[in-house]
């Protein structure tokens, strides 16, 4: 018999103790605020969402440079880079997309298979049985066995891509080391997300009707600390990192950062070279964990000029506080993305599919891990359009701080041919996976700096 003239199919609000129909009136009202907190969920999710639109919008630079006559200047991918350099990089590029595509795919199906059958939910129990069989080890232990089994069905096309890296001349990692940073990797992967995946739990089993409210802010809160803690908790398990040593160089960036209005503390030096020859720099954490950090391939490999335009890329990061506003569309992210579990985990076909009862139930846990998955996955191509905007914003400070577009310039192209970085990947790929703008829309964007000022 359909209750409440349910139609066959319609969603249901899971009552894994059956009050709705074992209490009489008690249970039909115990039902009716399972339905009230389902709503709720949805409501708080939709307002999340609405006020993550909204930051997106406000903080983003969607406009850096004024209209030009004649529009922008096109992008010439090969331009400034020899042509053995080019189909270098295009044979680099050719070898990783598909083994990285692949990766992602089989990723996502492995996860569907453990979170939309019984399968994950029968792992997370056999795991717990040698201990006593208890929740708490099912979460814990189910969600360390989930990733690491994930991870091992990837594992031979991570390896097929530090082999092409190190063909390439991009690595020089030994392979104890790439075995090493797999390990850490996915340690500190599995201790995070098995006591945030314990704190959901053990709130839905505390507060069946309100647990999405309060896991929305734990997961607030933990992407703001994560961003705090990253660069002096996480960072150092896989680098080291000294102060630039003193010199000219120093003196001069830390000049830099004054007349930027930035002071930082220091400026660090990662020793980057112990697995990889690329070039690189990056601004992390806030407040009193923020701090500048340089590639040790840098030093020696590039001019100082160079390098200072490098540094006040990552300067105009600073500036603009993007870590900070990060780690806002971050919080607002990860707390919307709760609400909406709290609403989807209500579903009884859902978690029947499932093999679990309720979201206090730890077989919820591959369920739970596939929505982070898929969650991921649908929001990259968003985080990326303001992460190449963020970046093109920081390029417009380097210029304007040191108002040398030539070292800008060969900068770029230095980067470009030392990283082997795709010249003109396909639209598709550059739209979804691409973080910053390619060389050729950095260069095109500095001629445009010149228009703009009339320099």
Not at 76 to 100: C, K, M, Q
Not at 234 to 248: D, H, Q, R, T
Not at 269 to 297: C, E, H, K, P
Request: proline content about 6%; glycine content about 10%; hydrophobic content about 50%.
């Amino acid at each position: 018999m359909t209750s409440r003239g349910r139609r066959p199919g319609s969603f249901r609000v899971a009552d894994p103790h059956g009050l709705g129909r074992a209490c009489g009136g008690g249970g039909s009202f115990f039902y009716d605020r399972l339905v009230s907190a389902r709503r709720a969920a949805l409501l708080a999710a939709v307002v999340l969402g609405a006020a993550l639109v909204l930051v997106v919008a406000l903080r983003t630079p969607w406009t850096l440079l004024p209209d030009l006559p004649g529009g922008p200047t096109p992008p010439e991918p090969g331009a400034g880079l020899p042509d053995a350099v080019v189909e270098r990089a295009e044979a680099f590029a050719g070898a990783l997309r598909p083994a990285s595509l692949t990766a992602l795919l089989l990723g996502l199906g492995v996860s569907a298979v453990l979170g939309l059958t019984r399968l994950g939910a029968r792992l997370v129990q056999a795991v717990a049985r040698p201990l006593g069989g208890g929740w708490v080890w099912q979460v814990l232990l189910g969600t360390a066995a989930l990733l690491a089994l994930g991870r091992l069905v990837t594992l031979p096309i991570a390896a097929y891509g530090e082999v092409v890296r190190h063909r390439y001349g991009l690595s020089n990692r030994s392979w104890p080391l790439w075995l090493r940073d797999v390990a850490v990797s996915l340690a500190i992967d599995a201790a995070l997300t098995a006591v945030a995946l314990l704190v959901l739990v053990w709130l839905a089993r505390r507060a069946p009707r309100t647990w999405w409210a309060w896991a929305a802010g734990a997961a607030a809160a933990l992407v703001v600390v994560g961003s705090f803690l990253y660069p002096v908790v996480i960072e150092p398990a896989f680098n080291s990192f000294e102060p630039l040593p003193a010199g000219e160089l120093r003196t001069d960036l830390l000049a830099l950062a004054e007349e930027n209005g930035t002071p930082v503390e220091d400026v660090l030096v990662s020793d980057a070279s112990r697995r990889t020859t690329s070039l690189n720099a990056y601004v992390s954490g806030f407040g009193s964990t923020r701090r500048i950090v340089l590639y040790d391939t840098l030093l020696g490999r590039l001019p100082d000029d160079e390098i200072e335009s490098i540094v006040a890329h990552e300067l105009g990061h600073v500036a603009t506080d993007d870590v900070l506003t990060g780690t806002l569309m971050g919080a607002l992210g990860a707390a919307g993305a709760v609400a909406g579990l709290g609403w989807l985990l209500t579903w009884t076909p859902l978690l029947r599919r499932a093999g679990a009862t309720s979201a206090g139930d730890p077989r919820i846990v591959p369920l739970v891990l596939l929505f982070i998955a898929i969650g991921t996955l649908v929001s990259t191509p968003v985080q990326n359009l303001v992460s190449r905007q963020i970046e093109a914003r920081a390029d417009l400070h380097a210029l304007d701080l040191t108002g040398d577009v030539e070292a800008f310039v060969r900068m770029q192209e230095r980067l470009a041919s030392t990283n082997l970085s795709d010249p003109d990947p396909p639209a598709a790929w550059q739209w979804f996976f691409g973080s910053h703008p390619t060389k050729a829309e950095r260069v095109a964007f500095a001629e445009d700096w010149l228009r703009a000022g009339d320099r």
